[in-house]
Structure formats: structure tokens, C-alpha cells
């Protein structure tokens, strides 16, 4: 039983070790020490890697008082900017209407 504890506690030391030797596509590791300390920095440093970005698009009301979005508004139409990252995959709901 004791046998038994110390691989796993040796396999687990191993899993965790390898990302910290493991190359990524850059040719460093995939994890430094520092990332553990520093994560805000860390997953910049990520997002620059895999090269996520901000797009602009922009929100406005049709004739009809509908929402129209689009990645550039009609002339002489005022068009609210808005900001997508490339990370994020979900838009927040809107909040409901109490009418």
C-alpha cells in the first residue's frame, strides 16, 4: 500500500511538472513559475500569443426604432461604438423590459 501511495504521489509530481518543461508553439515552455504568481500578466502574454484582438462594431436605431448593428453605420445615422474581443464567445442578455 505504501509502495502504491509513493507512485502515485511520483506520477502526480510528474503531471504537474510537465507543462513547465513542455515546449509550446513559441519554443518556450507552456508554463513559466512566474505565471503562477502573475496570472493577469500571464494570460495577456497568452492572449498576444494566439493573437486575440478587439473589434470595433457599431449600434443604432433604424426608421423604425429597431436596433441595427453592423460594422459601419449609414451616414448622418449617431451609432453607439462597441468593442468585441476576439475571446469572448458569449454576449451578456440584455436585461428585461418592465413594460
Known sequence: MKRAF????????????TPFFALGPAG?????P???????????RIRARLGAHETMIY????????WVYGASP???VEAEPIAVHSETNVVPATPARAD
Open 74 to 76: 449609414p451616414p448622418g
Open 59 to 66: 449600434k443604432w436605431r433604424d426608421p423604425a426604432g429597431e
Open 6 to 17: 509513493i507512485v502515485i504521489l511520483l506520477l502526480l509530481a510528474v503531471v504537474l511538472a
Open 34 to 44: 512566474w505565471h503562477l504568481t502573475h496570472p493577469k500578466a500571464a494570460l495577456d
Open 28 to 32: 518556450g515552455p507552456l508554463l513559466e
